[in-house]
C-alpha cells in the first residue's frame, strides 16, 4: 500500500502513515529494530538485533547464535524462557564435549534451532557418504551443531508501508566442512508494527554435491508467567505416541503443569497431532488464570512430528513445544526405518512457524475452539 493508505490500529486510534509521520520525528518512537552487540561475561561479542513494535512485543535476535531467538516480551511481560546460561559466544561451545551434552550450556531463550545434518540426541554414525576414507563415522551431540554457528546478516528493514507496517530481518547460517556437509539456513523473521505475531520462515539448502542426511527441530521455550502451575496445553492430539521413562515414575501431567519442584526429571512426550483444513498444527499454551497464552502454528508436511518438552525443576522451570521433522528416537532410528532426509546437491526443505500471542480471555478462547474443531486430546 502506497503511503497515506496503510493504517494501523494504534493506543486506540487508528492511524495512517502520514498521520503518525506528524505526531512524531522519529517513527522509533513507537517501533523499529536496533543492532546491538553485547559486551560482558560469556556473552561479550555476540551481535544481537532487538526488534520492538507499537503494541509492545519486544523480540531478541541472535545473530551470532543461528539467528536464533533469545529474550521475548508483550507489553513487558516475558514469554520466552530464560534459562541462566546466557547467551555465550559461539567460541566458548564444545559440540561434542560432555558426552554430547554439552548443548544443555547453550541453550537460552525463546528459540534454539536443532539441526543441520542432525538433531534429538546423539551418537556415531555412518559417513560413507561423504567418500572420505579417514572419515569413516561421525559423531553428533545432542541437537547437533546449529546453534553455536553465527550468521551472516542480510537485512534489517522497517517497513512502514505495507499493510499498517513491518519488521523483518533476515540472516543465513553455513554449516560446513571439508570432506562432509555443505548447509546454508536462510532464515526471516517478521512481526507486524501493530500485531502480535512472530513469523519465522527457513530454508535449509544443501551447497555440497555429496547426499547429506537432514534434520531439523524448532526448540520453542517458554517460561513464568506463561508457564506456572495450572498451565495448559491445548492440541488436536489422537494419542501419545512415546513418553521418557520420568514421565512413568514421576507422572506429571503433559496437559496440566505442575508448580516448580525440587530435582525434577525433565519429562519428553511426542504427540501426535491432526492437522486443520490448511494442514498446519495448532498447540496452544494457555496460562493458568486465561486470560492469555500462546499458540504455535506450524507446516505439518516438514514438520509432521512434535514434541513436548517438560523442564519443571526449581531454578529452571520451561515448558519446550518442539515442531520436528523426525520423531523423538532420532537419527539411528530414521536411518533404519529409511524416514532420515537426504539433500542432493541443490535440494531445499522450507519451514515456518507462526508464534501468536493470545492477549485476551477471549483469544485463549477462540484459539482453543479453533483446536477442538479439529480434535480432542488425551
Known amino acids: 500500500m502506497g503511503h497515506g493508505v496503510a493504517e494501523m490500529n494504534l493506543f486506540g486510534n487508528s492511524l495512517s502513515f502520514e498521520d503518525l509521520k506528524k505526531r512524531t520525528g522519529d517513527l522509533s518512537a513507537f517501533a523499529g529494530i536496533r543492532e546491538v552487540v553485547l559486551d560482558n561475561g560469556v556473552e561479550r561479542g555476540v551481535r544481537m538485533l532487538t526488534m520492538r513494535n507499537a503494541v509492545g512485543l519486544e523480540l531478541e535476535v541472535l545473530v551470532d547464535r543461528a539467528f536464533d531467538l533469545g529474550g521475548a516480551r508483550v507489553a513487558g511481560v516475558p514469554f520466552g524462557w530464560r534459562s541462566g546460561n546466557g547467551y ?21 531463550g525463546l528459540l534454539v534451532t536443532g539441526g543441520l545434518d542432525h538433531a534429538l540426541f546423539g551418537g556415531e554414525y555412518d559417513a560413507s557418504h561423504y567418500h572420505y576414507p579417514p572419515k569413516k563415522t561421525v559423531t553428533h551431540g545432542l541437537h547437533g551443531r546449529l546453534t553455536a554457528i553465527p550468521a551472516r546478516l542480510l537485512e534489517v528493514t522497517e517497513d512502514w508501508d505495507t499493510d499498517g507496517g513491518v519488521l523483518r530481518v533476515k540472516g543465513e547460517v553455513i554449516q560446513a566442512t571439508a570432506f562432509g556437509e555443505h548447509l546454508k539456513l536462510t532464515r526471516t523473521i517478521e512481526m507486524d508494527i501493530a500485531g502480535f505475531e512472530i513469523r519465522l520462515k527457513d530454508v535449509v539448502t544443501n551447497l555440497g554435491f555429496e547426499r547429506t542426511p537432514h534434520m531439523f527441530l524448532y526448540h ?4 513464568y508467567p506463561f508457564v506456572d502451575e495450572g498451565s495448559q496445553v491445548i492440541a488436536a492430539m489422537p494419542q ?7 514421565v512413568a515414575t514421576q507422572g506429571a501431567s503433559y496437559k496440566e ?3 516448580p519442584k525440587r530435582h525434577f526429571i525433565e519429562q519428553v512426550w511426542e504427540h501426535e497431532l491432526t492437522p486443520d483444513a490448511d494442514n498446519r498444527h495448532r498447540v496452544v499454551l494457555a496460562r493458568p488464570d486465561g486470560v492469555a ?11 509432521p512430528c512434535f514434541f513436548e518438552w517438560q523442564n519443571l ?39 515456518d512457524a507462526t508464534i501468536r500471542i493470545l492477549t485476551s480471555a477471549g483469544e485463549v478462547t477462540a484459539a482453543t475452539a479453533a483446536i477442538r474443531a479439529i480434535g480432542g486430546q488425551p
Open 88 to 108: 555465550r559466544h559461539p567460541g566458548l561451545h564444545e559440540s561434542e564435549a560432555e558426552g554430547g551434552l554439552s548443548w544443555l550450556r547453550a541453550i537460552d
Open 293 to 303: 497464552g500462546v499458540e504455535v502454528t506450524w507446516n505439518a508436511e516438514t514438520m
Open 313 to 351: 525443576r526449581e531454578g529452571q522451570y520451561a515448558l519446550g513445544l518442539e515442531p520436528s521433522s523426525n520423531h523423538v528416537t532420532g537419527e539411528a532410528a530414521a536411518r533404519k526405518d529409511d524416514s532420515l532426509t537426504w539433500l542432493e546437491n541443490g535440494d531445499s526443505r522450507n519451514y
Open 240 to 246: 501419545h505416541l512415546w513418553a521418557s521413562d520420568s
Open 257 to 259: 503443569l505442575i508448580a
Open 220 to 223: 520453542l521455550n517458554f517460561g
